[in-house]
């Protein structure tokens, strides 16, 4: 059922544009500087993100909150990247999925979860997963309402402002294509 767009902090998810990769930065950013969700140190331009929008089998979607006379809102992203480059993995993706600080615990990630996964499987991919911080619950809680599991651990699989960290795998078999 789609938002109703004259409600109130209504919530709509879509496929991401050039017009969306300021938002999408800024989210990444906030989540590089906060050292929670990833490894990475460098904070990213939108021009460095566009090559994502490039790539037809690896869908990046974005969540919208808005509806009002304010219009809407970039809150959250996700988006999925190549695996490995040798063809036998051509069905796999790594993802990625980021909730602006203002947007968290109001239901963003899952939405963006659910779409992203018809997404994928509507794109041909057969697989989806990522590392995510050991002590990052609210991501795992939210891989596992969307059917994720957990793999295994990497320990000490790199170090984020010179400390060791682990991160779980997890991996979600994407069912329609497995056929």
Same mark, same amino acid.
């Given at each position: 059922m ?12 879509r496929?991401?544009?050039a017009?969306?990769?300021?938002c999408?930065a800024?989210i ?5 500087r906060s =050292? $929670?969700a ?5 904070? $990213?331009?939108? =021009?460095?993100? !566009?090559a994502?929008l490039e790539?037809?089998q ?8 808005g &509806?009002?006379?304010g &219009?809407w809102t970039?809150?959250g992203w ?5 695996y490995?480059?040798?063809?036998c993995?051509?069905g796999?993706?790594?993802? !990625?999925v980021y909730?602006?600080a203002e947007?968290?615990g109001?239901?963003v &990630? ?6 992203f996964v ?12 990522a590392r ?6 609210a ?6 309402r ?8 990497y320990?000490?699989?790199a170090?984020?402002r ?6 779980v795998i997890?991996e979600r078999?994407? =069912?329609?294509?497995?056929?």
């Open positions: 789609a938002p109703d767009p004259a409600a109130p902090s209504a919530l709509r998810v496929p991401a544009t017009a969306d990769l300021p999408i800024r990444y950013n906030e989540g590089i =050292g $929670r990833t490894f990475e140190t460098r904070e $990213r331009s939108p =021009g460095e993100l !566009s994502w790539r037809p690896h869908p990046v979607l974005v969540a919208e909150r &509806g009002n006379a &219009g970039v809150v996700i988006a999925a990247a190549p490995r480059p040798r063809a993995y051509g796999v993706a790594e993802f !990625s909730v602006g947007a968290r109001r239901g &990630g899952s939405a963006l979860m659910a779409a018809r997404a994928c499987e509507d794109a041909g991919l057969w697989k989806l997963v995510v911080f050991v002590d990052n619950a991501s795992r809680a939210l891989l596992y969307h059917g994720f599991r957990e793999v295994g651990v320990e000490k699989h170090q984020l010179g400390v060791w960290r682990d991160v997890v078999l994407l =069912g329609r294509n497995l056929s």
